[in-house]
C-alpha cells in the first residue's frame, strides 16, 4: 500500500488548512486511518485516528476540538481539517494506516510540512 500526503503550507496563527492523504495499492476501507507529526528535535506524536467506516475518531489532547478527520472511502482519501493554527502546531505531518485487528501502523506516507507563523 502507498499513502501520499499533501496539502501543507505555510499559515498564519489562526488560520487553516486541509490535509489530503491518497491511499492505492488496497482496499482502502480495509485500513483505519491515522494522522501523526513530527517537529524538529522533538518524538513523533499521535495526532488523529478514524475507523474503517469513518464512524469513530479519536484526537490528541493538544488538537482536540480544532482538528478534524474525516475519509471518503470512494476517494481512498484520508483528511485532516486543521483549524485555528498556532505556531506550536508546526510539523511535519504523517498518514498512516493499519489493517485492523493489528495495533501497529504498518505504512507510512512520506509527510507534508505545515509551517504557523506568529
Known amino acids: 500500500v502507498q499513502l501520499q500526503a499533501s496539502g501543507g503550507g505555510l499559515v498564519q496563527a489562526g488560520g487553516s488548512l486541509r490535509l489530503s492523504c491518497v491511499v492505492s495499492?488496497?482496499?482502502?476501507?480495509?485500513?483505519?486511518m491515522g494522522w501523526f507529526r513530527r517537529a524538529p528535535g522533538k518524538e513523533r506524536e499521535f495526532v488523529a485516528d478514524i475507523n474503517r467506516g469513518g464512524t469513530s475518531t479519536s484526537y490528541a489532547n493538544s488538537v482536540k476540538g480544532r482538528f478534524t478527520i474525516s475519509r471518503d472511502n470512494a476517494k481512498a482519501t484520508v483528511y485532516l481539517q486543521v483549524d485555528s493554527l498556532r505556531p506550536e502546531d508546526t510539523s511535519y505531518y504523517y498518514c498512516?494506516?493499519?489493517?485492523?485487528?493489528?495495533?501497529?501502523?504498518?505504512?507510512w506516507g512520506q509527510g507534508t510540512q505545515v509551517t504557523v507563523s506568529s
Open positions: 498512516a494506516a493499519r489493517l485492523p485487528p493489528k495495533s501497529v501502523y504498518e505504512a
Open positions: 495499492g488496497r482496499t482502502f476501507s480495509t485500513y483505519e
